[in-house]
Each structure stands twice: as C-alpha cells, then as structure tokens.
C-alpha cells in the first residue's frame, strides 16, 4: 500500500493569512506515461462527506475557489490555502490514486488564530 | 445532480454482517464505479473497495476476506456487506462514486450523506 503522510496535523491561521499543507507519499504517484501525478485533495467540514477540491496534484476541481491551490510532484505535495476565510476551516485530506488500494493521508485540521 | 444515500442498521452486533445499501438518484448507477469508504469516530478515511456496474470488484486487501459488495441496476442500487464485525468496525460509511462527473477513476466525486453504524452487543 502506498502510506499518505501530512504534516502538520493541525494549524492555526489568522484570517486572510496563508495556510499550507503537505502531504508526502511512500512511493511516486507520478506516472510516467502521461506525466501526471494521481494526488488529490479534499476538504471536510464537520457533520459533511469530504468535497474533491483537487485533482492531478494541482487541478481544481470544478466551482472550487482560485484560493486554493496545490502543487508537488513524485513524493512530495502541497496544498495551499492563500487567504484563509472563515468557511475554510475543515480537515484536508490528501489522497492517491495511482493504485490501489486508494489510500487517504490521516487528515490535517485547519483553524482560525 | 447525482445523489447517493446510505441506508441500513445502525447498530450491528460483534461477530455479525453488517449490510448497508447506497440508493443513486438524479443519475445512473450503469457505466460507472462505486465505492464505499469509512470512518471511525474522530478519525481519517478508509477506502474499503468499489465494484463496477458489471459486477467487478476491487477490495482493500485489508479488509478482502470479509468485505463483499454487490449491485443491483436495476434499483439503481450498490450494496456493501461486511462480516464478523467488532468494535473496530465502528465508523461512518460513505458510498461514493468515482469519476461520475468526468473526472479520473480513482477520484470521488460524489458522496452520500454517510451512516454511522455502531458495533455494540
């Protein structure tokens, strides 16, 4: 199984201010016959199903904010946040989908300062 | 607008199957993949497996040799079953579908409501 590491597991962000996410794989989820990393992140907000933000490492995914945005390649992502608003607090998974079984990071928890 | 939602018990003795159904309304269940992920309590996400309209599956290798899903197109309907459960099974269950609004298999792009499900004598 590829191992989903982020970091931190929580962080506090003032309002308006920059919030960033990594996320770390056991094992490249870069494909090398379309050079496209299978990474995506979600958001979830309490008492919700998580919500696909986004895909390809750094694709967004359909009516998603142009604050956030993601980045990384190979191991390595990140998920940023540019302007923290107050509706952008939630638990922020990342996930793989270069094989199976799918497997989601434990989940980065993002609040207000 | 695709819908998923959950149905079943939600309370499920240690040691029995735990069942649960994933009704798609708004869309259909026929050319697609679906999956059912869970999670306990406070806690992440666990991909427990899909199956494809056709009947295919894919189990997490984790929980294969309890876990069986099924579908049922013409109610439009996929099914979760999962045996000799324990307290650890205590999670809330999410049906999803995969790549349903043109995106990649692999990514959920719908999601039901989620059921909590309890494993308690």
């Known amino acids: 199984d590829i191992v989903m590491t982020q970091s931190p597991d929580s962080l506090a962000v003032s309002l308006g201010e920059r919030a960033t996410i990594n996320c770390k794989s056991s094992h490249s989820v870069l494909y090398s016959s379309n050079n496209k990393n299978f990474l995506a992140w979600y958001q979830q907000k309490p008492g919700q199903p998580p919500k696909l933000l986004i895909y390809?490492?750094?694709t967004r995914a359909s009516g998603v904010s142009d604050r956030f945005s993601g980045s990384g390649s190979g191991t390595d992502f990140t998920l940023t946040i540019s302007s923290l608003q107050a509706e952008d607090v939630a638990v922020y998974y990342c996930q793989q989908y270069y094989s199976t079984p799918r497997t989601f990071g434990q989940g980065t928890k993002v609040e207000i300062k | 607008q695709v819908q998923l939602q959950e149905s079943g018990p939600g309370l499920v003795k240690p040691s029995e199957t735990l069942s649960l159904t994933c009704t798609v309304s708004?869309?259909?269940?026929?050319?697609?993949?679906w999956s059912w992920i869970r999670q306990p309590p406070g806690k992440g996400l666990e991909w427990i497996g899909y199956?494809?309209?056709?009947?295919?599956?894919n189990y997490n290798p984790s929980l294969k040799s309890r876990v069986t899903m099924s579908v049922d197109t013409s109610k439009n309907q996929f099914s979760l079953k999962l045996s000799s459960v324990t307290a650890a099974d205590t999670a809330v269950y999410y049906c999803?579908?995969?790549?349903?609004?043109?995106?990649?298999?692999?990514?959920?792009?719908?999601w039901g409501q989620g059921t909590l499900v309890t494993v308690s004598s």
């Open positions: 390809w490492a750094s």
């Open positions: 999803a579908s995969e790549g349903y609004s043109g995106y990649d298999l692999g990514l959920f792009d719908y």
């Open positions: 199956i494809y309209y056709s009947g295919s599956s």
């Open positions: 708004g869309g259909s269940i026929s050319s697609y993949y």
